[in-house]
């Protein structure tokens, strides 16, 4: 019989195991934790937002071809993945609007790791865990896959779902795929989704303060944009506003130019909007016009900004500092040192190239045999589980290719 080896037993992996087993051949789960999963155990604080209520591709960032992403994102529409969560794995999603996610029913991501390891168990999957891969090379017209203090095994066909670096302490093990299976697994990691950090001490002293606001992050190269939560820390600021464009500062710093601005509208309005809420209005002062839009505290810092006295009537405002004003509440700028890597990371960027990729397969172009799925591949979407549509697409596909093939 095929046998197929499975490297990963995260969203992708555990995925990529239930098709590859119901597809009929011989499946092994190789998983280097005691128990797999841990990503999904604490995303969305512990609900796992399992998928997105809707889905715009263009939120994802790829250095790829953004068609080539388009077609892989598109191969498991967002409702049918709905449809295999609910009717298949036996777990009934609810919609947060708000938030625009879906949870599980019962808020609990353990239900969702344990449903897909189930699931993989009942299709005839083998699941090995506390197994560290060490390396993967081509042998005798399949492969070999090596494991630290136990015997190598061999497959017909390997999928690499080993994810992305998110800490110091969890690092890729892709092995011999490094040096022997040129560029299959060898694109950098780029943290993605993390806090960013700031020494700006009026914005420290505001750490606690949260908002919705827009971010927009930019270079010469990249732009991202993004409405939501917005929080400042002890050491900058947080939130998914700030996670959602922080890729762009993270490449601005990698790459040493650090050219990276990042601009912030402060509220829901715009130029013309300010210019109304800063009409003369009887004794209203600067700081009491602020402050019907955002934290008081905000406002104070916001004020200072832009060289403006706080007491003033808004009667007493002259044109210049109004200017000023609507200047730093709609396009001020928010100053940043740097990011906080991958110890805070919700998921990493970079990876394999998706030209080296079979688009409906997920197998390596240059390298038959080799499957690859997940945070390996060069893609990755805002949080709100954008990245567990990626992941389970992308499985889904490597797991029946690798079977069919095979």
């Given at each position: 019989?095929?046998?197929?080896?499975?490297?990963?037993?995260?969203?992708?992996?555990?995925?990529?195991?239930?098709?590859?087993?119901?597809?009929?051949?011989?499946?092994?789960?190789?998983?280097?934790?005691?128990?797999?999963?841990?990503?999904?155990?604490?995303?969305?604080?512990?609900?796992?937002?399992?998928?997105?209520?809707?889905?715009?591709?263009?939120?994802?960032?790829?250095?790829?071809?953004?068609?080539?992403?388009?077609?892989?994102?598109?191969?498991?529409?967002?409702?049918?993945?709905?449809?295999?969560?609910?009717?298949?794995?036996?777990?009934?999603?609810?919609?947060?609007?708000?938030?625009?996610?879906?949870?599980?029913?019962?808020?609990?991501?353990?239900?969702?790791?344990?449903?897909?390891?189930?699931?993989?168990?009942?299709?005839?999957?083998?699941?090995?865990?506390?197994?560290?891969?060490?390396?993967?090379?081509?042998?005798?017209?399949?492969?070999?896959?090596?494991?630290?203090?136990?015997?190598?095994?061999?497959?017909?066909?390997?999928?690499?779902?080993?994810?992305?670096?998110?800490?110091?302490?969890?690092?890729?093990?892709?092995?011999?795929?490094?040096?022997?299976?040129?560029?299959?697994?060898?694109?950098?990691?780029?943290?993605?989704?993390h806090p960013l950090t700031?020494?700006?001490?009026?914005?420290?002293?505001?750490?606690?303060?949260?908002?919705?606001?827009?971010?927009?992050?930019?270079?010469?190269?990249?732009?991202?944009?993004?409405?939501?939560?917005?929080?400042?820390?002890?050491?900058?600021?947080?939130?998914?506003?700030?996670?959602?464009?922080?890729?762009?500062?993270?490449?601005?710093?990698?790459?040493?130019?650090?050219?990276?601005?990042?601009?912030?509208?402060?509220?829901?309005?715009?130029?013309?909007?300010?210019?109304?809420?800063?009409?003369?209005?009887?004794?209203?002062?600067?700081?009491?016009?602020?402050?019907q839009e955002m934290p008081?505290?905000?406002?104070?810092?916001?004020?200072?900004?832009?060289?403006?006295?706080?007491?003033?009537?808004l009667a007493e405002l002259?044109?210049?500092?109004?200017?000023?004003?609507?200047?730093?509440?709609?396009?001020?700028?928010?100053?940043?040192?740097?990011?906080?890597?991958?110890?805070?990371?919700?998921?990493?960027?970079?990876?394999?190239?998706?030209?080296?990729?079979?688009?409906?397969?997920?197998?390596?172009?240059?390298?038959?045999?080799?499957?690859?799925?997940?945070?390996?591949?060069?893609?990755?979407?805002?949080?709100?589980?954008?990245?567990?549509?990626?992941?389970?697409?992308?499985?889904?596909?490597?797991?029946?290719?690798?079977?069919?093939?095979?």
């Open positions: 019989m095929t046998h197929i080896v499975v490297i990963g037993a995260g969203a992708a992996g555990s995925m990529a195991t239930i098709f590859a087993a119901r597809g009929g051949a011989r499946t092994t789960l190789l998983e280097r934790t005691r128990d797999g999963g841990r990503k999904i155990l604490i995303s969305g604080g512990g609900r796992c937002n399992v998928l997105p209520l809707t889905v715009d591709e263009s939120r994802f960032v790829t250095d790829s071809s953004a068609n080539t992403l388009r077609k892989i994102v598109r191969s498991w529409p967002l409702d049918a993945q709905v449809r295999f969560f609910e009717d298949e794995l036996g777990v009934p999603l609810v919609e947060e609007v708000e938030s625009l996610k879906r949870f599980p029913a019962s808020h609990k991501a353990r239900d969702v790791r344990d449903a897909l390891l189930a699931r993989a168990r009942r299709d005839g999957a083998e699941i090995r865990f506390d197994t560290l891969v060490t390396g993967f090379a081509p042998h005798g017209g399949g492969w070999r896959v090596t494991i630290d203090s136990a015997a190598p095994v061999d497959a017909d066909a390997i999928i690499v779902a080993t994810g992305g670096r998110r800490s110091p302490h969890r690092e890729r093990r892709v092995g011999a795929a490094r040096t022997r299976c040129a560029r299959s697994c060898d694109a950098p990691d780029l943290s993605r989704a700031s020494n700006d001490a009026a914005f420290a002293a505001l750490s606690g303060v949260s908002l919705t606001v827009t971010l927009t992050a930019r270079d010469a190269m990249r732009q991202a944009s993004w409405r939501g939560g917005f929080l400042f820390t002890h050491h900058g600021y947080s939130g998914p506003a700030a996670l959602n464009v922080s890729h762009v500062v993270a490449r601005s710093r990698l790459e040493g130019d650090r050219s990276a601005r990042v601009t912030v509208q402060w509220t829901a309005l715009g130029d013309a909007e300010w210019e109304v809420a800063l009409r003369p209005h009887g004794a209203r002062t600067v700081v009491g016009a602020l402050r008081e505290r905000l406002a104070q810092v916001l004020i200072t900004a832009a060289h403006v006295d706080p007491t003033r009537t002259r044109r210049e500092e109004r200017l000023r004003l609507v200047e730093t509440l709609v396009r001020g700028t928010l100053p940043w040192s740097g990011d906080e890597g991958y110890k805070k990371a919700e998921v990493t960027g970079g990876g394999l190239d998706l030209a080296e990729v079979n688009p409906r397969t997920m197998e390596s172009r240059r390298h038959p045999g080799l499957y690859v799925c997940g945070e390996v591949l060069d893609a990755f979407g805002p949080i709100g589980g954008y990245n567990f549509l990626w992941a389970w697409a992308t499985g889904r596909a490597a797991g029946m290719a690798a079977s069919a093939s095979a």
